[in-house]
T-cell receptor, first 111, second 110 residues
């Protein structure tokens, strides 16, 4: 039972480069989320998808786009990376009122 | 006021001690509450849900106080392996979103 799988685990980008973070879950959860975690800031919601076909902005959406490809997959795209996007990114999925299952995270450094 | 607030700690306690953390939340309509554990450089993992009547799982007890809008986590007989950051999570009422506290760091000392 894989749960939530994120790729890649590590990435270094140059300022201005683009990349897509991939996330897939095999738990048949309707809702999926992208968070970033920075020291002293806690987990902040970037985007979420309550169900297949819908996406909504979270607390810190600027500089990101998302795609809910199907029920299993929810990708996060950085179109033009900036040093301020250096962070640890977590994908998560959930059923209503149960709480989240997280992926193992992507450590992104933008230089 | 932050939506979810936690004392960042660290709480340094000896093995075998009992330690308790509180977490306050601002939205009185919140319905779902959780404690997560996060080890260094790892993803958060669900420790336990928090029910209105309080609930216990082994050495861990979670309680909800709706009147004062806080949840608590009590750890008895602390183990070295309990050293981690404990995140309080509260749902935004009427949404699928959960709000995370910044976490309370626990260090259990030998």
């Amino acid at each position: 039972n894989a749960g939530v799988t994120q790729t890649p685990k590590f990435q270094v980008l140059k300022t201005g480069q683009s990349m897509t973070l991939q996330c897939a879950q095999d738990m048949n959860h309707n809702s999926m989320y992208w968070y970033r975690q920075d020291p002293g800031m806690g987990l902040r919601l970037i985007y979420y998808s309550a169900s297949e076909g819908t996406t909504d902005k979270g607390e810190v959406p600027n500089g990101y786009n998302v795609s809910r490809l199907n029920k299993r997959e929810f990708s996060l795209r950085l179109e033009s990376a900036a040093p301020s996007q250096t962070s640890v990114y977590f994908c998560a999925s959930s059923t209503a009122n149960y709480g989240y299952t997280f992926g193992s995270g992507t450590r992104l450094t933008v230089v | 006021r932050k939506e979810v607030e936690q004392d960042p700690g660290p709480f340094n306690v000896p093995e075998g001690a009992t330690v308790a953390f509180n977490c306050t939340y601002s939205n009185s309509a919140s319905q779902s509450f959780f404690w997560y554990r996060q080890d260094c450089r790892k993803e958060p993992k669900l420790l336990m849900s928090v029910y209105s009547s309080g609930n216990e799982d082994g050495r861990f007890t979670a309680q909800l106080n709706r009147a004062s809008q806080y949840i608590s986590l009590l750890i008895r007989d602390s183990k070295l392996s309990d050293s981690a950051t404990y995140l309080c999570v509260v749902n935004g009422a009427g949404t699928y979103k959960y709000i995370f506290g910044t976490g309370t760091r626990l260090k259990v000392l030998a």
